[in-house]
């Protein structure tokens, strides 16, 4: 399989949409409350039963991502569902599907998930390797640390400071700005450096 660039996950939802025809959701790097990152391509009628009933603590799906890593279809996921959860998917149309699920990496204990449907087919081996590996190049794709130097530029632009200001204050070219910027964005693997600043500022960096 082509090596994968480092990408952000609304990138990616055409190409788990061609493989989970019925929908799917995604969830990065899962902190105490909630993920860093989620994408939720469901249909709508599924999603509004799935959240005005709650779901999601009674489902079996979800709770195999608790305790387990790897993919699993969920024809093979044996847990116990009281509230017939998995009905409730079949009856929405959600009738084969897989869930993957990657430990956190390094210093990093946030786990990364994602819960991916058909309604014709259970998912080949070849479609759930290219699953998996997908979303593990969004699971390792922002986890990049920025500089003392690129943390301080990109702080100053989120200000709306301008070049010539920015170099000004730090003592030098607008080149060196510019470059530091540029790098900064690299490494949170953001198209310019007004999103890296944003991702940034988001996870707190900033």
């Not at 079996?60 to 509230?83: C, K, N, Q, V, Y």
């Not at 530091?180 to 988001?202: F, Y």
């Amino acid at each position: 399989m082509e090596q994968l660039k480092l990408m952000h996950l609304a990138d990616m939802k055409g190409a788990f949409a061609r493989v989970a025809t019925a929908g799917f959701y995604v969830a990065l790097r899962i902190g105490f409350y909630a993920p860093e990152d989620e994408l939720n391509a469901y249909p709508e009628d599924w999603v509004e039963h799935y959240t005005t009933r709650g779901l999601a603590l009674q489902d079996p799906l979800m709770r195999w991502t608790f305790t387990s890593h790897g993919a699993r279809r969920w024809s093979e996921i044996d847990l116990p569902d009281p509230a017939r959860v998995l009905e409730d998917y079949r009856r929405h149309k959600l009738r084969y599907g897989v869930t993957v699920c990657l430990p956190g990496r390094g210093s990093s204990p946030k786990k990364s998930f994602g819960m991916f449907a058909r309604s014709d087919r259970e998912l080949l081996d070849a479609e759930i390797e290219e699953l998996t590996h997908l979303l593990s190049a969004l699971h390792v794709s922002e986890q990049q640390t920025l500089t003392e130097s690129q943390i301080e530029v990109l702080r100053m632009l989120s200000t709306g400071m301008r070049y010539k200001q920015m170099a000004y204050e730090l003592g030098i070219s607008e080149s060196a700005v510019k470059a530091r910027l540029k790098s900064a964005a690299l490494r949170m693997n953001a198209k310019t450096a007004a999103q890296a600043a944003s991702v940034a500022a988001s996870r707190g960096m900033l």
